[in-house]
């Protein structure tokens, strides 16, 4: 008798693949007690919605449909799988693992922090997976595949895997469990062997695109059985047999060649089944399949052809964001139409983030099935910035991102919490970074600051499980971690694990957490500083699906590779379509060569390529529009455009055509220009005369002349810019310090003392110290403080010699001039000094760089002879109510030249007319003082405010052209 072959069969790639197979099941009358088996979860879940539409929408009874890739014992009902092992769960593997790689001695260059090791795991994990599913033994296959004449790294590299072919098979053994994908390989052949035993009764159809050796044999039995149906997703039929045997593993169709080559079949066995006609235009699948052909074939391209590019387009944009916005579009496009579904396919899930914020835009919520990464989600980031925030000892960014967070409320009401938060941040986190600790925090408040430091010891509170010790288990840091999350997520209405854990993502970080802490039970200690690593590792690759949002759209959707298999929509628009992303890297992992992973028996590296190329063929065949996106630019860098774009472009070029460019790049480049630019005029404020400032420093003053609405908006709007936010170094606290240690030095010490160079160190460190700045800055101030005392006290040494003792010095010395029309100036001299000659000399210190003298004969920097006008008139005292005979500026840096005096104006009569010149500062204010007087920005081309605070409320962007009249 003749054996019977396989019944193998493919529906044309133009056909919806899932509502031709509901159909053609129901026609063949398959009722409800065959057995369906599908690739993924996802396409099961599919199925049994295109049956419902295929049933007219009646209710039915399905058969049993079963995801290869989640199969169990309970699925097949298969009593034989109950008998073997339990699978190892996945994070006690990963733990074992790492424990192993952490016990491997320091020169086989495996990690030393957990973190690492974990990280290292999980390529281990991989492995082993990659091996169980190619039914490769390891421990047999690894010790000889490199001979000894190799590089010495390859001999290091089996060395370490002697961890999985030694030390692993016993552990497994010990815990008496297997290999979860181990244990899948043996309930196929367990059902495998129960189905040769006894043959179903039933239909079993089986769909499959490629599979290990496993797989292939359920393949070849369901094939082999009286009712039973080998299906073939995304067989092309075009490709000319002979092509078939020199099909690469990179090839579209190359899963298919391999899986007919393992069970004993023919393409020409291979029977198109009937299809409902679709909408996809005739001749879809021939333009892709012509555009990758194999090598063997490719001559056919010199061939013409009839190719029928209806539907299919190009989308090329400038960037990532304009690509989404782009993408959007076109969902949002598709949504318009009554009836039509549209899908963005892509492996990148930062695009797939980018077009969801685009189209909450829009006002769409779309399904994106592949989830977001569990990392990102709003309890995984807090906990995230939380082990952060500690680490650093809560510097002020992490410290101030932790307590931005929405879920930190520190038993407090939340906005409570926000107003203490911004109060904190304005009095303690602001300007150069405070000392370390929430103490260094308390050292920044001052006394009128209680409320806030009140508030540091409620935050200290809810932290004080992370203060650790400098060894801890990773059990006691992540304990430790949980227990500071759920005290600063409390409310007095609502427990912090109430909120914390709450909703999908919650669920899953706490279930992630719990796994993890039973797996690091026997782990070695570890220093805290490496919980924030360990936290990130133990996230790596974990997902959160969320169940279909309410509000979400049902016919726009978000699809990754893996959850579009088989499924299809009106509209597709398939994303990412760049080197490097679809498709992946042909990355043969860390451990094995191409051609180690080959003499091995492990798949070869470029079976992905040939998934993706198979996804890349069958969606762009079944969907009757689809939308190939590329952006020319990726990560701020040039974008290669996939391979099948390539050649699908040459294929054409090679008979005249070129793909359509899909009109979505021009809407998205056009929807945030405005039809027309308005320009702004210059802002002219002219409050009421009794709004106007009376009170000017010396400062202001020259902000007055430079720049008067920043003088406005500082003293009539009363807005005053926030310091920068953790400043690393600041050279306005360098020259606080600065001043203030020379004022402490002259109050108690004469310069001429053998010991001045000393007690003058002294005084700049102690001075410094008030400030308490981070150790690493404080040596290198001191260093620079240092050069600069013996700079000072030699200086000092030579104009005692060449002027004398002064009669009279002052430091630090604060003065009040009052003007004519109820004006009042304020200054502060840094150094103010007698001779016994009855001249004044004033001194000014500057640790960066002073103004150029012919500014100061200008007038635009008007501080020193301002100050020269209230010392004659006796606003320094009494003492200094004498003629100014010097203005010195005095450089002090402290680098390669400690410092530089500089006197200006040598000439008595052109300091003279300097001092008189600004003796005049009254007509400037009354003018000011004139409710007429527009406080103008920038109205002087040539005079640059340095500190321009408020050229973003000015809208100075804005303005139109800087020629228009400002000469008022």
């Not at 260059?109 to 082993?128: H, Q």
């Not at 002979?242 to 169709?253: L, P, R, Y």
């Not at 009937?274 to 001749?283: R, T």
């Not at 860098?637 to 054409?652: D, E, G, I, S, Y």
Request: charge should be negative; proline fraction near 9%; include cysteine.
């Amino acid at each position: 008798m003749t054996p019977r072959r396989p019944r193998i069969g493919a529906f044309p790639p133009e056909s919806a693949f899932l509502p031709a197979l509901a159909r053609l099941w129901l026609a063949e009358g398959g009722g409800h007690e065959g057995l369906i088996i599908l690739p993924s979860r996802r396409a099961a879940q599919a199925l049994a919605g295109a049956f419902l539409e295929a049933n007219g929408g009646q209710a039915l009874l399905l058969p049993r449909i079963v995801a290869l890739g989640n199969i169990d014992e309970a699925g097949l009902l298969l009593s034989a799988g109950f008998r073997l092992p339990p699978a190892m769960a996945p994070a006690r593997r990963q733990a074992l693992l790492a424990r192993l790689i952490l016990q491997m001695p320091q020169e086989s260059g495996a990690p030393r922090k957990l973190a690492a090791a974990w990280a290292l795991a999980a390529e281990f994990a991989t492995l082993l997976d990659e091996a169980d599913h190619a039914g490769v033994d390891l421990a047999a296959a690894l010790p000889g595949l490199v001979p000894e004449d190799f590089a010495a790294h390859w001999q290091r590299t089996l060395e370490f895997l002697t961890i999985v072919t030694h030390a692993w098979p016993s552990i497994l053994e010990s815990e008496g469990v297997m290999n979860p994908a181990k244990r899948l390989a043996a309930l196929i052949e367990a059902q495998v062997k129960a189905w040769s035993e006894n043959p179903p009764s039933g239909p079993v159809w089986m769909v499959a695109a490629e599979g290990t050796p496993a797989i292939a044999r359920m393949a070849a039995m369901v094939a082999g059985l009286p009712q039973g149906r080998l299906i073939l997703p995304g067989f092309d039929p075009h490709l000319p047999v002979d092509a078939w045997a020199g099909v690469e593993d990179s090839h579209a169709q190359g899963g298919i060649a391999r899986l007919l080559s393992d069970i004993g079949a023919r393409v020409e066995e291979v029977g198109l089944l009937a299809a409902p006609p679709g909408a996809v235009p005739e001749g879809r699948s021939r333009l892709f399949s012509r555009a990758l052909l194999p090598a063997k074939v490719l001559s056919e391209w010199q061939k013409p052809a009839l190719l029928n590019l209806d539907g299919v387009s190009r989308l090329e944009t400038g960037d990532e964001a304009q690509n989404a916005l782009a993408i959007a579009m076109i969902l949002r496009q598709a949504m318009q139409t009554p009836g039509q579904s549209a899908a963005l396919i892509t492996p990148d899930r930062a695009l797939a983030a980018r077009v969801g914020a685009a189209l909450k835009r829009f006002g769409i919520t779309a399904d994106d099935s592949a989830g977001e990464p569990l990392a990102a989600t709003p309890p995984a980031v807090f906990l995230r910035l939380l082990a952060r925030a500690a680490r650093e000892d809560y510097a002020p960014l992490p410290l101030l991102a932790l307590l931005k967070h929405p879920l930190a409320t520190g038993d407090m009401n939340p906005q409570d919490f926000r107003d203490m938060a911004r109060r904190l941040e304005k009095h303690a986190l602001r300007g150069p970074r405070p000392p370390p600790g929430l103490e260094g925090l308390r050292f920044r408040l001052k006394d009128e600051h209680q409320a806030e430091k009140d508030f540091l010891a409620r935050l200290e509170r809810s932290l004080a499980p992370l203060a650790l010790a400098e060894a801890v288990t990773p059990v006691a840091a992540l304990t430790a971690l949980i227990e500071a999350g759920e005290a600063l997520a409390a409310t007095p209405e609502e427990p912090g694990p109430a909120r914390l854990w709450l909703g999908e993502a919650g669920n899953a970080l706490s279930t992630l957490l719990v796994e993890s802490l039973t797996a690091l039970a026997d782990m070695p200690d570890m220093a805290p500083d490496e919980l924030p690593e360990l936290l990130d590792a133990l996230m790596s690759g974990q997902v959160v699906r969320r169940p279909r949002a309410k509000d979400g759209h049902p016919r726009i959707a978000i699809w990754g590779i893996q959850e579009a298999a088989l499924q299809s929509v009106d509209v597709a628009v398939l994303g990412g379509l760049v080197e490097g992303v679809w498709p992946s890297p042909e990355e043969p992992g860390p451990w094995l060569s191409r051609p180690m992973r080959k003499q091995a028996g492990l798949p070869s590296a470029e079976l992905k390529i040939g998934q993706a190329a198979h996804g890349f063929f069958s969606l762009a065949s079944a969907c009757p529009q689809v939308i190939l996106a590329a952006p020319k630019r990726r990560e701020r860098a040039p974008a290669v455009p996939a391979r099948w774009l390539t050649r699908l472009a040459a294929m054409l070029a090679g008979q005249g055509l070129d793909l359509p460019a899909h009109e979505a790049g021009l809407w998205a480049g056009q929807l945030d220009v405005p039809a027309r630019r308005v320009p702004r005029l210059r802002p002219r404020p002219t409050p009421p005369a009794e709004n106007r400032p009376r009170v000017y420093s010396i400062s202001e003053v020259a902000t007055l002349m430079s720049d008067p609405y920043a003088i406005y908006a500082r003293k009539v709007l009363r807005l005053f810019p926030l310091d920068p936010l953790d400043d690393e170094s600041d050279a306005s606290q360098f020259g606080d310090v600065v001043h203030a240690g020379l004022a402490k030095f002259f109050a108690k010490h004469d310069v001429m003392a053998p010991d001045a160079a000393t007690r003058l160190r002294h005084a700049l460190e102690v001075a410094m110290r008030e400030f308490r700045p981070r150790a690493a800055l404080a040596q290198w101030w001191m260093a620079r403080l240092e050069r600069i005392a013996d700079w000072v006290v030699e200086a000092e040494c030579e104009r005692v010699a060449a002027s004398g003792r002064p009669e009279a010095r002052a430091l630090e010395q604060a003065g009040e001039w009052k003007l004519p029309g109820d004006f009042l100036l304020k200054g502060r001299a840094d150094r103010i000094e007698r001779d016994a000659d009855g001249g004044v000399r004033i001194i000014d210190y500057k640790t960066g760089k002073p103004p150029e003298e012919k500014k100061v004969k200008a007038g635009t920097a008007p501080q020193l002879p301002l100050e020269a006008v209230m010392a004659e008139l006796g606003a320094f005292g009494e003492a200094f109510a004498s003629p100014v005979k010097e203005l010195i500026y005095v450089a002090l840096s402290g680098r390669a030249e400690p410092g530089a005096e500089r006197k200006i104006l040598e000439k008595p009569e052109e300091l003279r007319d300097v001092i008189e010149q600004a003796a005049g500062v009254g007509s400037l204010l009354e003018k000011f003082a004139d409710a007429s007087q527009p406080f103008l920005a920038a109205p002087h081309p040539g005079r640059v405010n340095r500190f321009d605070d408020y050229a973003g409320i000015s809208r100075r962007a804005e303005w139109g052209e800087e020629g228009e009249d400002v000469s008022d």
